[in-house]
């Protein structure tokens, strides 16, 4: 079993800045691809950016030039840095990760999101 705990979000100001953590834990071969998915009321939950294991990146188009994924191998840990925080960035974000937990097992796990409310 692999368990992924999300932290750091919160409350900020329109402008502002936070840093979501994830922390995987448990029976892991290897992390495949990690990300982050947002998920805002009445609306399905979307992602916002990812990295793979040599540290590849992809964005969401709206969070472009704004929000930064990075990762530590060494301790099975991804960041996602945002700033220029805007109103429509508030939603539940979520981690993601692909894991390999066999030797050719691969299996998706999710965390249970942490909040993060940008006010106007």
């Known amino acids: 079993q692999v368990h992924l705990v999300e932290s750091g979000g919160g409350l900020v100001q329109a402008g502002g800045s936070l840093r979501l953590s994830c922390a995987a834990s448990?029976?892991?071969?290897?992390?495949?691809?990690m990300g982050w998915y947002r998920q805002a009321p009445g609306k399905e939950r979307e992602l916002t950016a990812e990295?793979?294991?040599?540290?590849?990146?992809d964005y969401a188009d709206s969070v472009k030039g704004r929000f930064t994924i990075s990762r530590d191998n060494t301790k099975n840990t991804m960041y996602l840095q945002m700033n220029s925080l805007k109103p429509e960035d508030t939603a539940v974000y979520y981690c993601?990760?692909?894991?390999?937990?066999?030797?050719?097992?691969?299996?998706?796990?999710w965390g249970k999101g942490t909040q993060v409310t940008v006010s106007s």
């Open positions: 993601n990760a692909v894991v390999q937990v066999g030797f050719s097992t691969l299996n998706t796990y």
């Open positions: 448990g029976s892991i071969f290897s992390i495949m691809v």
């Open positions: 990295i793979t294991s040599g540290g590849g990146t």
